[in-house]
């Protein structure tokens, strides 16, 4: 990684302070110059698209320095294919000496930049927002940039993500790489930052975010909403959803403040899926721990997205999923624990890069198959025998699970493939054939504990792995992860790879309906 973030401590612990005075920058010179300046970038080398050097995603995020915290502020017409109102603020960090700070933002119009309340010239790069401030930014320095802009809620022609147009309104969908399609970010899971959501919509709209409320201000036939997290999110997890929605809540384990957003006219018939949210939390906390957020919810959207998405304590799903009869209920209620799973494994514990994702959709994976196997007799050893058999193909289609292949442009569900769902959650049934129930479980805790609120990656799991087992997994993780043939499976020398033609289950969770309901036998469709 070109960009290593700063401990989350430092960054939560420090992100709450006030920015430092903002300093002299000639400001009077900067008034003199023509308008038209401050639409440009200073003479010099024309400005590029730069990132952190994702192997997946190469422009992604970008260098030089740590973001701290987003205000984002939104004005909603009320129309979902009109570009709303917006101004996003960032507070962080310089980790270098820069002239220039480049942002990601490819889906809207840019009408000002401040750098510490000074005008500053801006250009875009590809999918990159390239500021210049009056004068370069010393390394170890706090910076504010504010960014006057529109967010286009109509999909550009060539991808999908970011805002999601619903059939009441709006909502967000930015994973992996879309939250720059909605606001100017550091959009790479490595940068998180806390973040302050403010959302202006007509009277008869209801507008929620991430994280807990703290202000409500009704005036002039418009309502404004803010929400703030209470823990560092990566961008891809943010949330922000409008609609004439009904804002559900209850109470979960210690406490918990739980709270679901529905179409307010389906808020009956959605009912008998949200009251089981409490019960899946408390399972969860059975087996990882205490629940890593200030609140969780289900965030059920009128339209066909053709995935279901963790967004930080609140999680996004189609209306379609609770309410085509032809899925059975232990097949919603396990992909409702897939995706309550990733609070632990995938947001509170962010992947450090995107060739990391198998320890997210693994782990979710895992603990939505083995729901089902205690709570509705789907075996978990017989879900993995029938991915082991089908494991070489998914890695030839999509890449070993540590090593996925860069997705294809244009391509919807991009890097999330068999591979590093069912294909990751067979390397944990591995794992824990090789070390052991206890030790599994212990390492399971371990991982959670350790990395709350950061970002990990493959290299932290395996010296952790090895650390609780107390051998050396090298090899073992080694063939696993990254050789292009499955190795044979631990105390199972019998099961085979399956020829072509067999279908073998996958995670439903943020891959096309279709491709869902092929991957799942007939047998399990029809009971």
């Known amino acids: 990684m070109l960009l290593s973030p700063r401990a989350q401590a430092h960054r939560v612990g420090t992100g709450t302070g006030r920015p430092r005075t903002t300093r002299s920058r000639r400001l009077a010179l900067a008034l003199l110059a023509p308008a038209v300046s401050v639409c440009l970038v200073a003479a010099g080398a024309p400005p590029v698209p730069l990132g952190v050097g994702d192997r997946l995603y190469p422009h992604l995020g970008n260098p030089g320095y740590d973001v701290a915290s987003y205000d984002l502020a939104l004005t909603y017409s009320g129309s979902n294919d009109k570009p709303l109102q917006a101004v996003t603020t960032i507070d962080g960090w310089t980790t270098g000496a820069l002239d220039r700070i480049n942002l990601d933002f490819a889906h809207g119009e840019v009408r000002s930049v401040e750098v510490d309340g000074e005008p500053a010239g801006f250009a875009t790069a590809g999918e990159d927002l390239v500021i210049t401030p009056a004068r370069p930014l010393p390394r170890g320095d706090w910076m504010r940039v504010t960014v006057r802009h529109t967010s286009d809620p109509v999909s550009p022609g060539d991808r999908d993500g970011g805002w999601v147009r619903t059939a009441d309104g709006l909502a967000m969908a930015n994973q992996a790489d879309a939250a720059h399609l909605v606001f100017p970010c550091n959009d790479h899971p490595s940068d998180k930052a806390m973040f302050t959501v403010r959302v202006t919509a007509p009277d008869g709209y209801t507008a929620v975010a991430n994280g807990l409320p703290t202000d409500v201000d009704r005036a002039a036939r418009a309502t404004t909403w803010t929400y703030r997290t209470l823990h560092p999110m990566a961008t891809e997890l943010a949330q922000v959803s409008i609609g004439r929605s009904a804002v559900l809540h209850r109470e979960g384990p210690r406490g918990l403040p739980v709270r679901d957003v529905v179409p307010a006219k389906d808020r009956e018939a959605l009912e008998p899926w949200l009251r089981k949210t409490p019960d899946q939390i408390a399972w969860m906390e059975s087996k990882v721990g205490p629940y890593p957020f200030e609140t969780y919810g289900v965030l059920v959207a009128d339209t066909a997205t053709g995935f279901e998405l963790e967004t930080q304590t609140l999680s996004l799903f189609e209306k379609g999923l609770f309410t085509e009869p032809a899925y059975p209920a232990w097949y919603v209620e396990s992909i409702m624990v897939h995706e309550l799973a990733h609070q632990w494994f995938g947001d509170s514990v962010s992947p450090r890069t995107w060739s990391d994702l198998w320890l997210n959709e693994g782990h979710a994976t895992w603990y939505e198959a083995l729901y089902a196997q205690e709570k509705a007799d789907r075996t978990l050893e017989a879900r993995m025998k029938a991915a082991y058999g089908a494991s070489d193909r998914w890695r030839t289609a999509g890449g070993p699970p540590g ?22 959650a067979l390397v944990l049934f591995a794992l824990r054939q090789e070390i052991g129930q206890e030790a599994f479980d212990r390492l399971e805790r371990s991982w959670l504990d350790g990395h709350r609120d950061a970002t990990a990656g493959t290299a932290d799991f395996v010296r952790l792995a090895a650390r609780i ?22 105390g199972h020398p019998e099961w085979k790879p399956v020829a072509p033609a067999a279908r073998a289950p996958a995670s439903a969770a943020k891959t096309p309906a279709s491709v869902a309901k092929a991957s799942r036998p007939a047998a399990e469709a029809s009971e």
């Open 403 to 424: 090593a996925p292949k860069p997705p294809k442009p244009g391509q919807k569900i991009g890097i999330f493939r068999s591979n590093v769902y069912d294909g990751a």
């Open 469 to 490: 087992s107390g051998r050396d997994l090298g090899s073992f993780f080694q063939h696993w992860l990254y050789d292009e043939k499955t190795p044979p499976m631990p």
